[in-house]
């Protein structure tokens, strides 16, 4: 199966992801607010290229019930990118114009394009490899957060979003399917679903690094 593969191949970088001072200091809440305001705005914008990969999935699928499960993933992701602007970024002190004046960073752009150039250009397993690890390793590092936040953690009612059986049970789905679409895939195609989901994983490291940081683009 090669969603379990997948995990085990690439746990040592959700253990590397799991332990970064974003995601410690998010658990603990101590995380500098720049940094989870650059966090979210980061995040809006990455949400409307995740969505448009997923649309691009749907678009890829023969299956009506895979077509209908990706559409709708699609539309919840801009429903969630929504949300952050009607009710975090009113919390977080985050105006429509700041948003508006931040551009993509590096790795958020890198991410986007590398989601939908596999939508373009890959077949449907590869490109579903790609946009597995955004669900999964989020749910997990929700799940791990939410076990080490104090209630009275200021970032508490983002963290209870990743963490609610709702998004655990759109990640199960997508796990399901991946799996589904492996099993009538070769070894060649195989091969690249893996190289896929290890990419995305890494990007997700990258992603939460890169907050943490502060990261622009240098020139």
Known sequence: MFSTAAWTRTAPLYEATRALPFNRELADGTLPMPAFRHYIIQDAHYLVGFAQALALAAA??????HIVQFATAAAVAIEVERTLHTDYFTRFGISA??????????????YVCFLLASGFREPLGVHLAALLPCFWIYREIGRDIHGRA????????????YAGEDFSRAVDAMIEVTDAVWADTGAKEREAMH????????????FWDSAYRDAAWPV
């Open 60 to 65: 890829k699928s023969d299956r009506p019930g």
């Open 97 to 110: 114009e700041d948003v508006a004046a931040t551009a993509p960073t590096p790795v958020t752009h890198h």
């Open 150 to 161: 104090r209630p009275d953690n200021s970032y508490r009612a983002w963290i209870d979003t």
């Open 195 to 206: 190289a896929a989901f290890a990419r995305a994983a890494q990007l997700e490291w990258m």
